[in-house]
Antibody, heavy 120, light 110 residues
Framework: EVQLVESGGGLVQPGWSLRLSCAASGFTFDDYAMHWVRQVPGKGLEWVSGISWNSGTIVYADSVKGRFTISRDNAKNSLYLQMNSLRTEDMALYYC?????????????WGQGTLVTVSS | QSALTQPPSASGSPGQSVTISCTGTSSDVGGYNYVSWYQQHPGKAPKLMIYEVTKRPSGVPDRFFGSKSGNTASLTVSGLQAEDEADYYCSSYAGNNKLLFGGGTKLTVL
């Protein structure tokens, strides 16, 4: 069974940093691209970042480019999101998700999300 | 990039059909056949219902039908059932390895 389990969310002040992690199981991790997608509770989905199976292609939404860094460790079946210079508008539930390819294939599995709260 | 445009709400009675639209531009929806639809029940993660405009993953009922015309994609749910009540999101490949989502549509089964 495919499982994606996010962790690392919490309450931080504006300008602080936070590192999210996603532990993957139930599939061959390095056969898939991975993504972070966020959702403000009660609002819509926003794609944040994606990384190809071998980290050769990394892309970001304009809203986080230069502040967030996505990475993966295929030996540990793990995905990460380093979030720096956090803003109140970054407050959301962050989902880890997978797709077969970095582009041209759908996100087919999602984790349950980890909540990031940015408030002073 | 702006989010894809979806109506905030849609509704139908059990057994009826309802169609949800998703409007983008020639740089996303209109430019690629990589439109997906997701169903999200409250407190749950999204579930893939349609991919590549018209394809259904294994296990998704054939009551769910996807289509596209120009810059607008549509999801039609026929034979509405109570369990179809959920939020529905479209997404599209937007070039340069990026994805766009719609703002979501709350489907109510009356």
């Amino acid at each position: 069974e495919v499982q994606l389990v996010e962790s690392g969310g919490g309450l931080v002040q504006p300008g602080w940093s936070l590192r999210l992690s996603c532990a993957a199981s139930g599939f061959t991790f390095d056969d898939y691209a991975m993504h972070w997608v966020r959702q403000v509770p009660g609002k819509g989905l926003e794609w944040v970042s994606g990384i190809s199976w071998n980290s050769g292609t990394i892309v970001y939404a304009d809203s986080v480019k230069g502040r967030f860094t996505i990475s993966r460790d295929n030996a540990k079946n793990s995905l990460y999101l380093q979030m720096n210079s956090l803003r109140t508008e970054d407050m959301a539930l962050y989902y880890c998700a997978r797709s077969k390819w970095i582009s041209g294939s759908p996100i087919d599995y999602w984790g349950q999300g980890t909540l990031v709260t940015v408030s002073s | 990039q702006s989010a894809l445009t979806q109506p905030p709400s849609a509704s139908g009675s059990p057994g009826q059909s309802v169609t949800i639209s998703c409007t983008g531009t020639s740089s996303d929806v209109g430019g690629y056949n990589y439109v997906s639809w997701y169903q999200q029940h409250p407190g749950k993660a999204p579930k893939l219902m349609i991919y590549e405009v018209t394809k259904r993953p294994s296990g998704v009922p054939d009551r769910f039908f996807g289509s596209k015309s120009g810059n607008t994609a549509s999801l039609t749910v026929s034979g509405l059932q109570a369990e179809d009540e959920a939020d529905y999101y479209c997404s599209s490949y937007a070039g340069n390895n990026k994805l766009l989502f719609g703002g979501g549509t709350k489907l109510t089964v009356l």
